[in-house]
Nanobody
């Protein structure tokens, strides 16, 4: 079992930055592929970025490439999402999730075994 807790969300103006953190419980965090996802009101949950267990395989959705950076610190059981140049369309609840079976970075919501409760990011224009 893995429990995930996101933090770092909030209200920011367009063009600003936020850093999200996802703290994981359990001693097997370093084995899991991790992903950041978001869900805006009335829309389906979508992947934002994924990272494999080693941090060497990373995936970004086209909408965030060049603006967001995913990273992980296995010693701290934490995965991060640095979000720069934020846009109003980035407004959503952001979730982190863990995949216990995938050796590569997640590219969609399928196969994610554990989910956090989410943190709200609101970008004002």
């Amino acid at each position: 079992q893995v429990q995930l807790a996101e933090s770092g969300g909030g209200l920011v103006q367009a063009g600003g930055s936020l850093r999200l953190s996802c703290a994981a419980s359990g001693r097997t965090f370093s084995r899991y592929a991790m992903g950041w996802f978001r869900q805006a009101p009335g829309k389906e949950r979508e992947i934002v970025a994924g990272i494999n267990w080693s941090g060497l395989n990373i995936y970004y959705a086209d909408s965030v490439k060049g603006r967001f950076t995913i990273s992980r610190d296995n010693a701290k059981n934490t995965v991060y999402l640095q979000m720069n140049s934020l846009k109003p369309e980035d407004t959503a609840v952001y979730y982190c999730a863990a995949d216990s079976l995938n050796a590569v970075a997640p590219r969609n919501t399928y196969g994610m075994d554990y989910w956090g409760k989410g943190t709200l990011v609101t970008v004002s224009s």
